[in-house]
């Protein structure tokens, strides 16, 4: 899924669509993603208003049956502020009328992106100054379990080769509980489990590395921003002096 911005005007306070601009951006698009098909609009706000409807019949001329995906940037509970509403044509008091109507939607993501976006909506400040948040926590929690397992797991290891070299003296019942815990691990495959977790593990780097991506993007962004602000200074200086000069 993707999107861009729409270039637009006001003409008597209604907001028209540049459909040049859209055309255009379309074009390439299809020319990148060319498996993707259009879905809809998206805007800021709570409810529906006659500006949204108004915006909707001419996005109802490129496309049949666009959706509206609304966010509201200042709720403040723990739900996701999106809504997705679908126009419907109905007859109000005798007038046909363009309304909205709310869609239900389930949200489907991987596991990473749903620890990666936790992860992000639930920071808070430590006691020592440093931000940290409940998935972090949890991680960690794991991480020390995991730790003191694979300790546990390198002490009977020990134990078994020591006992096979006679370096150790050699304990039934504990051969007998190794044994009986070697039992309960589950049967896998090392050639499946191998390709999973590179797999896994791509996908966790590939995200990481998108992160990377675009937070470089963005300071190029403000660098070229900065860059062309401080060209412009020296050009209207310059030609300020050609006039006083």
Known sequence: ??????????????IVI????YGTKEEQFKQVFQDMDFLGWYTTGDVP?????????QICEINESPVLLKLNPLVRNAELPVTIFESVIDLLYGVTTM?????????A????????????ARVQSADDGLETSLVAE?????????????????????YVKGVEKGE???????????????????????????????????????????GMITKGCEEAHQYILR????????????RMRGLFY
Do not use: W
């Not at 208003?49 to 019949?57: F, K, S």
């Not at 949890?138 to 020990?158: E, N, Y």
């Not at 190794?178 to 090392?190: E, F, Q």
């Open 1 to 14: 899924m993707n999107s861009f911005e729409l270039v637009f005007s006001e003409v008597e306070g209604f």
């Open 18 to 21: 540049d459909r040049d601009y």
């Open 49 to 57: 208003t006659p500006m949204d409807i108004h915006i909707q019949r």
């Open 99 to 107: 309304l909205f109507v709310q869609l239900p939607y389930t949200l």
């Open 109 to 120: 993501t991987e596991e990473a992106e749903r620890i990666g976006v936790d992860h992000v």
């Open 138 to 158: 949890h991680l960690q929690s794991q991480h020390s379990a995991i730790k003191m397992l694979l300790s546990r797991v390198k002490l009977i290891l020990d």
């Open 168 to 210: 150790a003296p050699v304990s039934e019942d504990a051969l007998r509980l190794a044994y009986s815990l070697t039992r309960r691990l589950p049967v896998m495959k090392p050639e499946r489990f191998q390709k999973d977790f590179y797999e896994e593990c791509n996908d966790v780097n590939l995200i990481t590395y998108l």
């Open 227 to 238: 860059f062309n602000l401080l060209h412009e200074k020296h050009a209207v200086t310059r």
